[in-house]
């Protein structure tokens, strides 16, 4: 029982900890986007901002990876919560009939687990990538601004 409970507090901790990246990463991308469109606000539309039009469609593409993101985990712990109620009404079930049931919802949770899995490790993985490629296309923007204003 002890395992049991400590296992449980690290899958909260875990979790938790997961959440406060995600809210990070979600965080930078939008203040990067609004730092980015006041610094060119008052300069007229030229070549030498597409790389900053770029940086701000991958801090998009970033924060709205991060709310997918969310999405998905939302949706697989509502899912396990459904999975422990209906295993606690399942007990009033005769044994065998209980016993079939689990077996057809636990094989439909696994599958449905396995796509939703998989869709938060590509959204996951899109967020953190799209936000440091948003980063390395203002960092090119600004060198091109430097550039431009010394030339």
């Given amino acids: 029982m002890a395992s049991e409970n400590l296992e449980l507090e690290l899958q909260k901790q875990f979790k938790a900890s997961q959440e406060k990246y995600i809210y990070f990463l979600l965080a930078a991308s939008a203040s990067a986007i609004g730092f980015a ?7 007229p539309l030229e070549w030498i901002h597409v790389p900053l039009g770029l940086s701000i469609v991958l801090w998009a593409l970033s ?4 709310l997918r ?4 985990s939302t949706s697989f712990t509502f899912n396990n919560q459904n999975y422990l109620a209906f295993k606690r009404e399942i007990k009033s079930y005769p ?8 077996d057809e919802f636990k094989t439909l949770m ?6 939703q899995l998989q869709k938060m490790k590509f959204y996951g993985n899109t967020q953190s990538i799209s936000l440091l490629l948003g980063a390395l296309s203002y960092i ?8 431009v204003v010394n030339a």
Avoid at 140 to 147: A, L, N, P
């Fill in 140 to 147: 090119v923007w600004h060198t091109i601004r430097m550039w």
């Fill in 95 to 102: 044994q065998v009939y209980a016993i079939k049931l689990l």
């Fill in 37 to 43: 469109m006041t610094q060119s606000k008052v300069e």
């Fill in 69 to 72: 993101f969310i999405e998905y």
């Fill in 63 to 66: 924060f709205i990876s991060g």
């Fill in 110 to 115: 696994s599958e449905t687990s396995a796509k």
